[in-house]
């Protein structure tokens, strides 16, 4: 069974443009989590899509946002970047919502805003 | 809301030497704690977990316990490998509400042969 996959692998951009990150998760599973890391503040929750629907939402400005597609890949879009954008964004999955612990994590996108 | 604290690494030892990688959280309620591994160029991946108080999770050698007294969720192993090089996160789950996962910094494992 394939993993969390996610592409690209590496992304560089500049200030002010916008970026789409894609993750396709595990066959069969339906929720997708997307976080954020970073040397400073470690892993942060963005959010979770569940059935193509936001169902929760952690502490980032509007500029990010995402979408989950009828075949549970899930697309995060950053607009307007900034320099701190920079990060690791790892994309996980899991069979049910987020009170289903068992989560499964992608390699990542490691996103580069100069 | 939740928060994790970990012990900074980088921590360096040698084969078949005894791990503690400390754990702190703070909570408002009952939540889950986990122990998640990232190996190099690998994604998260869940390592153990406890879901009460007193619970022992274990796995691959490794165990933590869960301390309510102590809000403390520390993670050892008897006798580490290289193999077991890799970055370590201590993390929470709400019981209620949002349910995300809260992850401390991190702490990086460097086990020389």
Redo the contacts between chains.
Sequence with gaps: KAGVTQTPRYLIKTRGQQVTLSCSPISGHRSVSWYQQTPGQGLQFLFEYFSETQRNKGNFPGRFSGRQFSNSRSEMNVSTLELGDSALYLCASSLERLTNEKLFFGSGTQLSVL | GDSVTQMEGPVTLSEEAFLTINCTYTATGYP?L?W?VQYP??????LL?ATKADDKGSNKGFEATYRKETTSFHLEKGSVQVSDSAVY?C?T?EDTG?????????TRLQVQP
Excluded at chain 2, 41 to 46: M, T, V
Excluded at chain 2, 101 to 106: A, H, K, V
């Design positions: 889950s986990f998640y160029g690998e994604g998260l991946q869940l977990k996160f993390a789950r949002r349910r995300a996962l809260t992850f401390g910094s991190g």
